[in-house]
């Protein structure tokens, strides 16, 4: 029986295309000017000092740390650092009308759906709980964030290790077995199956399913069974 879903977001409810095409060249394209007018502001400090130990660098030397995050952008790095830094500078494209977040076509009414079933509903994804926050507030398909009841990202654990999923089950209180991880990503499905999660693989188009698929494999949302 399922009684809760856990979702990722790129290649998953969203295209990947739209992540990296458009979100990372927008962060790193402001990153340089965004440090220089925040970096004294707490939480913006902390990451910046979080890279500096990271990356083994001098914490005051902020070009180094600049180009260093630059340098995990262009390697889509899943570095906690660079993804909270990059949430907070979407905030200001999201807000400015830049871009909205895409979102596929049936993932919106399906989730709707899951939603009135009185199935709670939760993310896992590598970019950081507000930058999912605002994906999913500034959607295509308009604010979609009241129909999830918790984020998580990385600092959890890693989304290919099989303790962030136990984790993720005891913050929300339902069994692994009563959970059903939705994700694009074999690594990622296996690490929550191993961690006793039920799990579905999202092959969307031009991919298709594989005969030998160890995961429930589905075109969509809407081939989904819960």
């Known amino acids: ?17 739209f992540v990296k095409d458009v979100l990372f060249p927008y962060a790193r394209a402001h990153l340089a ?4 007018e925040h970096s004294d502001e707490p939480e913006v400090a902390r990451w910046l000092a979080a ?14 740390i600049v180009a260093t995050l630059r340098r995990w952008i262009d390697e889509d790095r899943k570095a906690t650092p660079l993804k909270a830094l990059q949430g907070m500078i979407w905030l200001a494209g999201y807000r400015d009308g830049a871009y ?23 993310v896992y994804s590598s970019g950081s709980v507000a930058a999912q926050k605002l994906f999913f507030r500034y959607s295509e ?26 984790r993720i089950s005891d913050a929300i209180g339902i069994a692994p077995a009563e959970i059903l991880f939705l994700s694009d990503i074999v690594e990622e499905l296996d690490a929550a199956h191993s961690a006793g999660l039920q799990t579905t693989w999202l092959c969307r188009a031009p991919l298709q399913c594989p005969a030998d698929s160890a995961h429930r494999c589905v ?8």
Do not use: C
């Open 219 to 226: 075109a969509d949302f809407d081939a989904i069974r819960v």
């Open 141 to 166: 398909a308009g604010d979609l964030t009241p129909l999830f009841d918790g984020n998580f990202d990385t600092e959890i654990g890693g989304k290919r290790e099989a303790g962030s999923y136990t």
């Open 1 to 17: 029986m399922i009684r809760a879903i856990l979702t990722d977001i790129e290649g998953t409810t969203s295209s990947i295309s």
């Open 100 to 122: 909205q977040a895409h979102v596929y076509p049936e993932v919106a009414d399906r989730l709707r759906a899951w939603k009135a079933q009185g199935l709670p509903l939760y």
């Open 33 to 36: 000017s965004f440090v220089a």
């Open 51 to 64: 890279t500096a130990q990271e990356a083994d660098l001098d914490p005051t030397d902020r070009d180094a």
